[in-house]
């Protein structure tokens, strides 16, 4: 069977899979906080099936997400379960999560356990005031830290930790979050504020810019630029004394789509080839349907053969994709 590609010949093997669009945190850049769940989740042994599929067509990591993935019952199950499941060419997967860490810390060893690899936490200031203010979730900042200490206790390394910069919000966290990533040896990353919040009220003047964060940060240490996978979201840099690392996913100013390696199932089944998809593709309605492994195979493909070329953030002819971020899935 020949790997999984799209149109512009990009070859398809990272998977992120929402299992929930349930969220326990509201936080400005992403919730109204008068929306709740919209779209509802699947049966665990659906998304199994779905990842089983296509990990026979050439993905290698999974990545679960939400809404908060920790919300799910049985998800120490579940990630048990795909531990089990191998790639294309007979490599067990890569399997990691992203949460915003407020359970993490009583549930990483037992992800760990099940067969977890990773853990990314979202975490938007290293200020406790500032992160309720951002979150809305008063007390969160200290279940997170200790959330992401129990990662590394655990061993889900390397531990990252992805922060979202919004102008006026919490821009002058990005010294203080450098001297957090050398402290706490965690892999930091900033992500500039993209167009997927529910109150639609992004504009280009929010966004922290990659080259603004490099000039920020260099007022504290210099970075050095390191080698990153040319599918990477994120450009990588280290501190000049070699004591801890940031990455910067810059999809605004400096965009990456040339070499994206990612779709998504959303926590309803939908497939989405871009997070600026303005149309999903409803793999599970083929489910229950009663189509086959090999059907669900086809249908597959020519859903990747829709993959965009690119976004267009920040463009005259830029549309809003259908879903927001929490809607999504990471």
Known sequence: MSALQDKFGRPITDLRIAITDQCNYKCVYCRTGNEGALYGDLPFADYLRMARVLAGMGIKKIRLTGGEPLLRRG????????????SADGEPLDIALTTNGHLLADLAQPLKDAGLNRVTVSM???????FTRITRVPGGYDHVLAGIRAAKRAGLEPVKVNCVLLRGFNEDQIIPFGMF??????ILRFIEFM?????????PGVVVTLDEILERMAEYRPLIEIPHARSETARRYRFDDGVGEI???????HPFCGHCSRIRITSDGKIRTCLFSVW??????QM???????ELEDYIRGVVQQKEARHHIGEPDFVPASR???HIGG
């Open 75 to 86: 998800i120490i199950d579940f990630v048990r379960d795909l531990s089990q499941l191998r």
């Open 124 to 130: 938007d200031a290293v200020d406790p005031d500032r």
């Open 181 to 186: 990533a050398r402290e706490e040896s965690v």
């Open 195 to 203: 167009p997927l919040e529910e109150d639609r009220t992004w504009t």
């Open 247 to 253: 990455g910067i996913i810059a999809p605004v100013s």
């Open 280 to 285: 999903d593709h409803d793999l599970h309605a």
């Open 288 to 294: 229950r349907r009663g189509a086959s492994d090999s």
């Open 324 to 326: 927001t971020m929490v």
